[in-house]
């Protein structure tokens, strides 16, 4: 079959590789869609640490059941239509015996340290799949995955009717976090620095944008911040009232350092929590999709074939597009 392989940092091209063979409780789906996720640059550029190389990247996906193993647990056919959860968890170690497998001692994930979902088929855990409804498209399934870590997000950081809250950045994520917590009954702003994604989050809904936190004359009950960058980390600590809080949503480097008042955090009881990846949260976010609770065409910019996951990859570096997909049966399948 066909597929992306990063061979090592650097060093990326569209090649042959073997069909994957389902082993003891795996199914292989033959793949409809799969999202470019900023994790995907970092292991392009080998700043993603429990990344083995070479590997066929790609953990946002979604496709078609082609061939079950032995063992399956469930009712799975031939042609059952699934999102899959990338979540690989030992579920023997500390945090998944606490039930945050998110946190696991040996974490794992299909397309980030085993082979993923740029090719024409790949082989997962049936535990992992999801069913989805025939009124879903393949791209739509392919962004619950990133809706799942939004969830998982919003659960983290909390929200009210009425709160005033304020998220940096302006891709993919923070216009999912945007979404979900005015479900939650938010006034949201919403600030990034390439203005040309800001209308985006005012055709979403945004109270207010600007391109600079700074340029803000609020104070927020709560801040999310979707870049990961230091500065904007600072700032959205800084635009906080009193009794406020921050979630560190973004994927900041893991020698990145941020500086911030302790006696701030101390004086006014500002909370801040992070929020990794996906726990407990596909199920829901595969509900809010086919529900139509999110606006999923306002994020899907690009579709490239599979031939073409290089070009893909630098459209999402640029930061031209929101949403980019590589669809390996072509994208007029």
Known sequence: MRAAIIDQPGSIRVGDVPDPKPEHGQLVVKV????????????????FPPTPYPIVP????????????????????????????????????????SGHGNLCANWNATGDTVDGAFAEY???????????????????????EPVSCAVHGVRQIGVEAGERFLVVGAGTMGLLMQQLLQR???????????????GRATQLGAVAVATDVAALDERFDAAVDCTGAAPAIEAAFDSLRRGGRLLVFGVAPAEARVSLS??????????????????HSFGAALDLVA?????????????????EFPAALELMRSGSGLKVQVLPGGVDA
């Open 184 to 198: 939650g009954g938010a006034r949201v702003t919403v600030v990034d620095r390439n203005e040309a994604r800001l």
């Open 262 to 279: 302790p006696f701030r955090i101390y004086n006014d009881e500002i909370t801040i929590v992070g929020s990794m990846a996906v726990l």
């Open 32 to 47: 409809g869609a799969c999202g470019i996720c900023g994790t995907d640059l970092h292991i392009a550029d080998g700043h």
């Open 291 to 307: 529900a139509g609770a999110i606006d999923t065409e306002a994020l899907l910019t690009h579709t490239l074939p599979l031939e």
């Open 122 to 144: 790949v082989a997962v855990p049936a535990a992992t799949c999801h069913r989805m409804p025939d009124s879903m498209t393949w791209q739509q399934g392919a962004l619950v």
């Open 58 to 97: 790609g953990h946002e996906f979604a496709g078609e059941v082609v061939e079950i193993g032995a063992d399956v647990p469930g009712d799975w056919k031939i042609g059952d239509r699934v999102a899959v959860d990338p979540s690989l968890y030992c579920g023997y170690c500390t945090p998944c015996r």
